[in-house]
């Protein structure tokens, strides 16, 4: 493979085509005849009541924000890892430092509560 | 080289010569080249999906105690052909007022997060779509497009029970892909590489599930919340949110999901055996004994690497079929409180101990790094009963008792 790249951007591309494909076969086959009663919301029978796109409580917006920091610092281990065969212990204990740091952010958020559904 | 030690660049030099025959430009030739090549390999997947459906459903049939599909075909193999019929004819029900491009984008999405994982999914040694030296990444990256996709779907169906699905969903991804990318860095480590293929290589003294079978459980784990499979099914829990997101999907919109569902279990079958039992190689170097160089053949090598990935698309199936589905909060505590932390220790362990022993004979360092992660299971284990015990007292509750065979009656 010379460009690998252009081979993922390819597969995408197709990777998309493919799907779709059926898709529009059933199109042309399927029946097709709205109702307004086959066409409104499914909710186990009864009539929906109010706004479907409601305003949620995100109860893990503090989950959110620790896995921000631990996903970012994910990024940042990678080439730590890469690189650790070619590296002096010093370097892998240096890692672990910077891994005890997060794990303290984590030991916070548990002692204040935050990893709490509430 | 033959047709039988390198299909791939066999054909493809064959075809190369035909196309540059026909006198087009080199490069043209070459982007032909790769589109034949990704066509052949997606249709082997879909063709393997279809037959996953077959192998789903008599697998469920047989852990509920039932026969399962056998009425088309010879033990009814013909039966996903006539599913796929079925929601081709099938009226395409879009609701009123579902977001529309939105609603017709996410079934797509779902399932071209799946296949696009085949393009660095290596399946034997001269079979492999590309080799990424980033695959580890790109892995985590389609699982991330999956995710989308359900939320776009429960987003824009404008339904509260797809809706729930979609913020259940979040909720799951924010958190398990922490451990997940954690356990990506042990392989990387060990292997000293991030392509998929390299780590493949890396295996074939000594499977990393040896090295860090604590990794293997943890990664596990994690894939089965990031496909959404039970215990970790809430985005779609049948009994609570009736399917969740894909509630108003139907016809072969709804087959999307389910297909890329499939396909998706088996993928990561397939990843668990690259990642940590040695992907279409890892014979623990008997391939080089004059009698077994026949494991060497690309074709030999695809079949070993289906055999790994359809047992770990089995495991995935036993535990979603005999574990019940957890609540969101234990789901979220298990995920911080537990599998987060013990990936971290898991990931110091292997990153210092690999660089300690490394210097040792190879059977002690294996022995080491094994004996390392049964040392850090068990204290893990106590450090969960003390803590069980000590909830039980502050809560008053009576210890548990061994029953004997009298209380049982």
């Known amino acids: 493979m010379q460009n690998e790249w252009l081979y993922i951007g390819l597969f995408f591309v197709i990777g998309i085509i493919v799907p779709v494909v059926p898709l529009v076969f059933a199109r042309l086959v399927a029946p097709r005849k709205p109702n307004p009663v086959k066409q409104s919301t499914y909710e186990c029978g009864i009539e929906t009541v109010g706004e479907s796109w409601v305003q949620f409580k995100a109860q893990y917006y503090v989950f959110a924000l620790v896995f921000l920091v631990f996903d970012v610092e994910s990024v940042f281990l990678f080439p730590w890892a890469l690189t650790l065969k070619q590296l002096p212990l010093f370097v892998v204990l240096e890692g672990v430092l910077f891994i005890g740091i997060l794990v303290a952010g984590l030991v916070y958020a548990w002692r204040k509560g935050m990893l709490e559904w509430v | ?409």
């Not at chain 2, 293997?216 to 809430?234: K, M, N, V, Y």
């Not at chain 2, 499939?262 to 170097?285: D, Q, R, S, V």
């Open chain 2, 1 to 409: 080289m033959t047709f039988w030690n390198n299909p791939i660049n066999f054909i493809g030099y064959w075809l190369n010569g035909i196309l540059t025959g026909w006198h087009l430009p080199a490069a043209i030739a070459s982007i032909l080249l790769y589109v034949i090549g990704i066509i052949v390999l997606i249709l082997f997947a879909m063709t393997l999906d279809i037959g996953l459906v077959w192998v789903e459903r008599k697998v469920v049939a047989r852990f509920q105690d039932r026969l399962g599909p056998n009425r088309i075909g010879p033990f009814g193999l013909i039966q996903p052909v006539a599913d796929i019929i079925k929601m081709v004819i099938k009226e395409d029900i879009t609701p009123d007022g579902a977001d529309k491009i939105i609603y017709n984008v996410a079934p797509v999405l779902a399932a071209t997060s799946v296949i696009v994982l085949w393009a660095i999914l290596p399946l034997a040694s001269t079979i492999y779509g590309v080799d990424l030296n980033v695959g580890l990444l790109f892995i985590v990256a389609a699982g991330a497009l999956g995710t989308l996709a359900i939320i776009m779907a429960g987003w824009s169906s404008n339904n509260k029970y797809a809706l729930l699905g979609a913020f259940r969903m979040v909720s799951n991804m924010i958190s398990y892909e922490i451990p997940m990318v954690i356990i990506l860095l042990i392989p990387t480590i060990l292997a000293n590489t991030m392509s998929v293929r390299g780590i493949t290589q890396a295996q074939s003294g000594m499977w990393f599930a040896i090295l860090s079978p604590l990794a293997l459980l943890i990664f596990l784990i994690s894939a089965i919340a990031e496909l959404g499979r039970s215990p970790f099914d809430l985005n779609e829990a049948e009994s609570e949110i009736v399917a969740g997101f894909h509630i108003e999907y139907t016809g072969m919109k709804f087959g999307w999901f389910y297909a890329g569902e499939l396909l998706h279990a088996f993928t990561f079958g397939g990843f668990i055996a690259i990642l940590f039992f040695g992907g279409y190689g890892g014979f623990f170097g008997l391939e080089k004994l004059a009698v077994l160089t026949w494991l060497n053949i690309p074709f030999v090598q695809a079949l070993v690497f289906i055999a790994k990935a359809t047992f770990g698309y089995w495991v995935i199936m036993w535990i979603k079929y005999s574990v019940p589905r957890i609540r969101i909060d234990h789901m979220l505590a298990f995920n911080w409180k537990f599998l987060v932390p013990l990936s971290l220790v898991v990931l110091v362990n292997t990153a210092t101990l690999n660089k300690v022993l490394i210097v040792l004979p190879n059977w002690l360092y294996v022995l080491g790094m094994f004996g390392s992660n049964i040392v850090i299971g068990y204290a893990t284990i106590e450090i969960l009963r003390a803590y069980g015990r000590k909830q039980r007292k502050a809560e008053k509750i009576p210890e548990p008792q061994a029953h004997t065979q009298e209380q049982a009656v």
